[in-house]
Each structure stands twice: as structure tokens, then as C-alpha cells.
């Protein structure tokens, strides 16, 4: 990397508000073009900018997350892909207050509701996601 890109980030990062402070003289890490690492800097947060491919993947699976559990929330009412009211093991299903298959609707509402959260905010239904999972 070249010192203007990474001074240009520097500046930015200041810009930003951080409580950490840059002096324009350095790079991200903290070194001067001569190599000397400020003290000041010494504990610096390190300071990550996204890739294309990272930003990629990012999209891929928040488009993932957001997708599968709402087919799979559908797949629950409609018996597309597999009869999942032949999942539910008897002694679940006896222990339950309502029948298997109105179950196996509440957890496809609750599928759908997990995509759509994911798709909105992504922070919370991560892990709301894992949690369900």
C-alpha cells in the first residue's frame, strides 16, 4: 500500500471521531514513513477496511440467512419439499397443549419472522437465527 492511501486512511479514521489519535505523520499501525511506531499509537485499534470479497461474502450470506429460513418457514404450511409433521418425535408431540401440525405452523411462523428479521437487521437476527438453530 501505497503511504498516500494509507495516510488517506488515517485522516479519515480522525475524521471519523475516535478516541484514538492519529498524528497525520503516521500510518494506521502507528509508523512514521521511517518505520518508528509512535507511542501514542502503540495501542491503537487496528483499522480494517472491507475488501470487495469480504463485502461479497457478507451480502451472500445475509442473503442466505434471510432466504432459507423463509423457504423453510413456507416448506412448513405447504409440504413441498418433505412432510415435517412427520419430524415431530411422539413424545414431543404428546407433551405439547395444541396438535404436531399446528406446532409445526407456529415454527414456520417463527422461521419466516427469523428471515425477515435477518433481512432488517441483520445484528439482531444473526443471532436470534443461531439461537433458533
Known amino acids: 500500500m501505497r503511504w498516500t492511501e ?10 471519523i471521531g475516535s478516541c484514538t489519535t492519529f498524528s497525520r505523520d503516521t500510518d ?4 512514521t514513513k521511517e518505520g518508528v511506531r509512535h507511542a ?6 487496528s483499522i480494517h477496511l ?6 461479497q461474502a457478507h451480502h ?9 429460513p423463509i423457504l423453510a418457514g413456507l ?15 411422539p413424545r414431543i408431540a404428546a407433551l405439547l397443549p395444541v396438535s404436531g401440525h399446528a406446532f409445526m405452523l407456529i415454527v ?13 437487521r441483520p445484528r439482531l437476527g444473526g443471532y436470534l437465527v443461531a439461537a433458533w438453530l
Open 6 to 15: 494509507t495516510q488517506a486512511r488515517v485522516e479519515t479514521w480522525h475524521r
Open 28 to 31: 494506521a499501525r502507528g509508523y
Open 40 to 45: 501514542a499509537t502503540a495501542f491503537a485499534p
Open 50 to 55: 472491507a475488501s470487495r470479497e469480504e463485502i
Open 60 to 68: 451472500i450470506l445475509q442473503f442466505g440467512f434471510t432466504v432459507a
Open 75 to 89: 416448506d412448513k404450511f405447504f409440504h413441498l419439499l418433505v412432510n415435517w409433521d412427520r419430524y415431530l418425535a
Open 108 to 120: 414456520g411462523v417463527v422461521e419466516m419472522a427469523a428471515g425477515i428479521i435477518v433481512a432488517l
